[in-house]
């Protein structure tokens, strides 16, 4: 199975951007989606995951409000919209999956797939 991240780049602060992962098979019916981020020079973090069959969402701290995470089944994707977006939400986004949620969606551990990754950069 693949994870296929599209849709990072430059906005100014304060616009919006739309990231979108594309599952390459559709094994996730049971289990969770979700996007990290990494900055440079700073650990890999939680941004927000939904539970595929219920569309249970969950976001950190840091995006809710903002951010927006949601699933097209039918295509196997799942969407982050970002919106009112900061400096500080510059990183490089990734998508991960797996076909259990094991209750924690902020876990690194908790996702047996991961995508290659997208650059999201908001100036100031």
């Known amino acids: 199975v693949q994870l296929q991240a599209s849709g990072g780049g430059l906005v100014p602060a304060g616009g919006s951007l739309r990231v979108s992962c594309a599952a390459s098979a559709r094994t996730f019916s049971s289990g969770v989606m979700g996007w990290f981020r990494q900055a440079p020079g700073k650990e890999r973090e939680p941004v927000a995951a939904?539970?595929?069959?219920?569309?249970?969402?969950y976001y950190s701290d840091s995006v809710k409000g903002r951010f927006t995470i949601s699933r097209d089944k039918a295509k196997n994707t799942v969407y982050l919209q970002m919106n009112s977006l900061k400096p500080e939400d510059t990183a490089v986004y990734y998508c991960?999956?797996?076909?259990?949620?094991?209750?924690?969606?902020?876990?690194?551990?908790?996702?047996?797939?991961w995508g290659q990754g997208t650059q999201v950069t908001v100036s100031s």
């Open positions: 939904i539970r595929w069959s219920s569309g249970s969402t």
């Open positions: 991960a999956a797996d076909g259990v949620y094991y209750s924690d969606y902020s876990l690194t551990g908790n996702y047996g797939y």
